[in-house]
């Protein structure tokens, strides 16, 4: 049984930065694409950054570009989530994804439903 537990969240200032941790257990991490999907208060959950298997691609959602970066650490089956100059509306739930990819090494997908394994979400919330 593959499980992901996020880890990181928090309050933090606008202007602030954090940074997410997701380790992986039960599975052959190097066989996953890994994104992070958030969901504020109200809304739906909505993607935020995915990176490939290798770690050699990464794709961002238009809201966090330029102000996060993702990576992965396949010796210690963890993926980070650093995330800078944080503002308001990056209050939200964040959620780690794992997507199997036995055979595609250059992709991740950004929708929700092609990842098969959830963690539990960390709560990050920015005050202004």
């Known amino acids: 049984q593959v499980q992901l537990v996020e880890s990181g969240g928090g309050l933090v200032q606008a202007g602030g930065s954090l940074r997410l941790s997701c380790a992986v257990s039960?599975?052959?991490?190097?066989?996953?694409?890994m994104g992070w999907f958030r969901q504020a208060p109200g809304k739906e959950r909505e993607f935020v950054t995915a990176?490939?298997?290798?770690?050699?691609?990464?794709y961002y959602a238009d809201s966090v570009k330029g102000r996060s970066t993702i990576s992965r650490d396949n010796a210690k089956n963890t993926v980070y989530l650093q995330m800078n100059s944080l503002k308001a509306e990056d209050t939200a739930v964040y959620y780690c994804?794992?997507?199997?990819?036995?055979?595609?090494?250059?992709?991740?997908?950004?929708?929700?439903?092609?990842?098969?394994?959830w963690g539990r979400g960390t709560q990050v919330t920015v005050s202004s």
């Open positions: 039960g599975g052959t991490f190097g066989n996953y694409a």
């Open positions: 990176i490939t298997r290798s770690g050699s691609s990464t």
């Open positions: 994804a794992a997507e199997l990819l036995l055979w595609a090494s250059h992709t991740a997908s950004r929708d929700e439903d092609d990842y098969d394994y």
